[in-house]
């Protein structure tokens, strides 16, 4: 028996097209990747039911769940269930046997990491996986959690990518759809801007707009987040279970830093680069061991800039279930205070100006890893409010404005003992004071001023006489 046709499907037609292109080529080998909530499952669905799949292998189509299997003969038992094959204890020959003496054929294997992820039965499943390829009759397509092939089987070429977001023309008709058109198209891109174009999260938050409107829910998710769209009993309607079925998996099991990683990545929508990988000091053994464990599971992909990112919905379930340890937080501001640094000593020169883009590609990490690191008060509150001051500076140089982590810093002034970072805290004030008033700027410059007998640094009293 085949799976329903699904009802909305956007967004993938040059997927459909690619796969259907290799159909054509002869008898295919197809692996469908991707991460959690990309719509695999229905892509698969897609191609069993097309006319020209129909047309080819009438009534020799199956499409096989193997979410139950857990080893090579539960899994042959699943495929013998839908051969009409007898029950028995290991249906592996009896499958190929079937395969073997039948008209062309096609077998979809859908979510085949559940049995393929362990490493104790991986061997025997590539090993059953290669025999059935070795059926010339019988067209073969998986779907599979990640962005990593089983290695055995010559997948037919050229390999189709892991699916990526819908575009965004795409994921607004999906939406639509769903809610209808009623809904103001600034709000649905705020709404869709929360599902990072995820075809699974889309379909799980249009449904409740329809039900309740985008304003609602944008309410709703500011206190809610991932949880709004996780209240359903399979990972086809809960989006925190298809992430923690990722998260859980073997994979990431045998390199169990890697959910540090990722842990700090749920707060750096900036994503990283190699080299920040690398220079930034974290108390991990194989960081990028633990790059490519992430990428494999798709919980995390590279940009046009070859930067490291995570999606916003696997950022908001980290954020709430793991999020960073201060271990992986203090290597990261050690790294930015130390670029910012740099950036205001070298002002005005050309390693200045090649800053600048490092400091611009981390502009909202910076800001977060600042706010992180107020909140949660286990660095010295004197480096935390240089670094701000210095990030405030540099946010007006290239005429973004005041951070919001100036108003933060202001409120700790009356608290602070240091002279000199009192004093460079207010220069900064007047400094931004275009941007972000301030009531009694002259009183202010006095007591600035009034601290310089405390210390001595003729450069920052310029800054307040200027």
Known sequence: MLPAEPKIFHGRDSELADILKLFRKGTPRIAILGAGGMGKTSLARIVVHHEEISTKYHGNRFFVTCDTASSKPELAGLIGAHL???PGEDLTQAVLRHFSSSPPSLLILDNLETVWEPTKSRKEIEEFLSLLADINSLALVITMRGAERPSTVQWTRPFLQPLPPLAQDAARKMFIDIADDKHPLDEVDQV?????NMPLSISLLAH????EGCREILSRWETEKTSLISNGDDKRSNLELSISLSLSGPRIASTP?????????????????DVELKQTKFPITDILGCKA???RTALAYTDGHKRLKVLVPI?????????????MIQPMFKHFHELLESYTVAFGTRSGVLLIDRITSNYTNIQNI????????????VDVIYCACDFNHFSLRIARGVTPLLEDITNLLPSLVD???????IAELVQSWAYHPISHPDSLIVEALDHFKHFDDPDLEGMLTA
Not at 208 to 211: F, K, Q, S, T
Not at 315 to 327: I, N, S, W
Not at 419 to 425: E, I, V
Request: aromatic share 6%.
């Open 84 to 86: 009409g094959i007898k």
């Open 192 to 196: 869709l801007h929360l599902t990072a």
């Open 208 to 211: 409740l707009v329809d039900m």
């Open 257 to 273: 830093q890697a959910q540090d990683l990722l842990a700090l990545l749920s707060m750096l929508p900036d994503g990283l680069s």
């Open 293 to 295: 464990t992430l990428l």
């Open 315 to 327: 950022r908001e379930y980290m954020a709430k279930v793991l999020p960073p340890t201060d271990q």
């Open 370 to 381: 600042l706010q992180a690191s107020l909140q949660r008060e286990y660095h010295n509150v």
């Open 419 to 425: 002279y000199r970072l009192k004093a460079y805290l």
